[in-house]
C-alpha cells in the first residue's frame, strides 16, 4: 500500500520558518515528480511547489517564489519544503503528492497526481 506521510507543520509567527518532509512509503518515486500543495478553509487546493525526479526540475507559485524551497531525497524516498519568511496568508493544510509517472516533469495540476497524503498544518500568526 503506497502512503505518503507529511510532516513538520506547527504554529509560527510571521516571518518565522518551517519544514515540511514527506516520506513516502509502498513504492520508490525515485523517478517521479512530486509536488506540494496547500488548501486554506473555504478556498481551492493550489499548487505551492514541485520537481521532477531528479530535482533538476522546480516550479513555485508566484506567491512563494524567494521564500520557499522544495527538494527531494530520492534514497531516503522523500520530498521537502523549506518555508522561510512565512506570512499569515501562508496559514493553510498543506499536501505533498506524487505523479505515478516516470521522468515525467512536475506539474501544477491537481489532477496529474494520483497519490496524496494526509495534510499537515500550518498556521502563520501576525
Known amino acids: 500500500q503506497v502512503q505518503l506521510v507529511e510532516s513538520g507543520g506547527g504554529l509560527v509567527q510571521a516571518g518565522g520558518s518551517l519544514k515540511l518532509s514527506c516520506a513516502a512509503s509502498g513504492r520508490s518515486f525515485r523517478l517521479n515528480a512530486m509536488g506540494w500543495f496547500r488548501q486554506a478553509p473555504g478556498k481551492e487546493r493550489n499548487i505551492v511547489a514541485a520537481i521532477n525526479w531528479n530535482g533538476g526540475i522546480t516550479y513555485y507559485a508566484d506567491s512563494v517564489k524567494g521564500r520557499f524551497t522544495i527538494s527531494k531525497d530520492n534514497a531516503k524516498n522523500t520530498v521537502y519544503l523549506q518555508m522561510n519568511s512565512l506570512k499569515p496568508e501562508d496559514t493553510a493544510a498543506y499536501y505533498c503528492?506524487?505523479?505515478?509517472?516516470?521522468?515525467?516533469?512536475?506539474?501544477?495540476?491537481?489532477?496529474?497526481?494520483?497519490?496524496w497524503g494526509q495534510g499537515t498544518q500550518v498556521t502563520v500568526s501576525s
Open positions: 503528492a506524487a505523479d505515478s509517472q516516470f521522468g515525467a516533469r512536475p506539474t501544477t495540476s491537481a489532477d496529474e497526481y494520483d497519490y
